[in-house]
């Protein structure tokens, strides 16, 4: 083989090598794109889904040497009853509180009551007890928005077993964003107020038989340098974990903590600790006459435990 021969043999072989090398680092990757899950709820006429809500806090307020600590504990059963539905697919329904039970302790009086026991309605209830079986008229969309009925511009925020979803398919590690504005006092003695710009970031962190779970945490987006208005925020930043059914299109379990403190809320030498658990769990309809109001979801010690930061 003459020496041209060799040399063209030789870089033939050469360019296959680095052409086969760089073919196989251009080609596709193996891998399947990951799995996306379109996150919609779901009604149908009729339908009632019943929660049981435990609602636990605990505020101390420390001012000089003094120190009080003010519990509050809350177990009540909700539902959530549609009507019919729109052709945009949102549920004109119902929401219903069926049944509570509720106790506060204020400067070391212990009140306690229970909306089955009509004859002995504590002052500070008299508002929870009027709104019991009174059925409060709203529209939820597949989005989880809740909006007003036409006929009744009731606030419904307090009525909060839906929560925004994605509008596009997500595939686990995917996040998304609910902004929305919280008014507070700019001082103690002032009417005057200012909108805080907040955000709850939402992310899909497995799906496992059907059942979505989903991590949230709630944070203000406009700056705050002043602790009488951070202290108006302390129970509107919970953080926790949702499971949502993705075929039914219904949220089956939550659980949020608050653990916040503010410093100087008041004056110098003051303090706010607020701690809270906040549990709704779905429950059968034919299950709801046998739970116990008086056995929390969740032991409330937990409501104690430190909160780890976003």
Known sequence: MSRISRAALACGTVFGLVCGAMGFLSSPAAAEEPQTYQLRFKFAPQQALYYVTQNDA????EQAQARETVPHTSMTIRHIQ???????????????IDRARMTAN????QSLY?????AHVPTEFASVHLSIQKPV????????????SAD??????QYDLLFPLPEQPIAVGGTWNDNFEVDVHIATESKLRRQIKMQRRYELKSVENGIATISMVTGPLSPLNDPFQESQLMQRKPRGTLKFDIE?????????????????????????????????R???ADQIKHVNLTKPLVPVRVAELPQPQP
């Open 137 to 148: 008229p709203a529209q939820l969309t597949p989005l989880g928005k809740v909006l007003p």
């Open 58 to 61: 605990e505020y101390m307020v």
């Open 114 to 118: 229970d909306s089955r026991d009509a």
């Open 282 to 284: 779905q429950v059968a």
């Open 248 to 280: 039914k299109g219904c949220l089956i379990d939550r659980q949020f903590k608050i653990d916040e403190k503010v410093v100087g809320h008041s004056g110098q030498g003051s303090a706010l600790t607020v701690k809270v658990i906040k549990v709704d």
């Open 82 to 96: 549609v009507l019919d539905l729109n052709p945009d697919g949102s549920a004109n329904v119902e929401l219903v």
């Open 152 to 157: 009744n511009p009731t606030n419904v925020e």
């Open 106 to 109: 204020n400067g070391g009086v």
